[in-house]
């Protein structure tokens, strides 16, 4: 699949909060948003560059789909 290039920091932060990930603080031009994955606490931080460089989104993206259990592809799909 190839990697979506219009994607910003701020659509892929919405996404991340429809999953259920808290935004817990923001320094400078990152923003740091974390949750509770079979109770582990898990941290995440993303860019509010617009857009995304791809290789900055594919590692997120594999990120958090190895923590939830999702697949990357249809991570991808839904952004």
Not at 3 to 15: A, E, H, K, Q, T
Not at 35 to 46: F, L
Not at 52 to 67: D, M, N, R
């Amino acid at each position: 699949m190839k990697v979506p290039r219009d994607i910003s920091g701020s659509d892929l932060i919405s996404y991340l909060l429809s999953l259920g990930f808290q935004k817990v603080r923001q320094t400078g031009s990152h923003v740091r948003l974390e949750c509770n994955i079979d109770g582990e606490q898990y941290g995440i931080t993303v860019p509010l560059h617009d857009p995304l460089k791809t290789g900055t989104l594919t590692h997120i993206v594999k990120e958090i789909a190895q923590k939830t259990g999702r697949d990357w592809e249809s991570i991808m799909e839904d952004l």
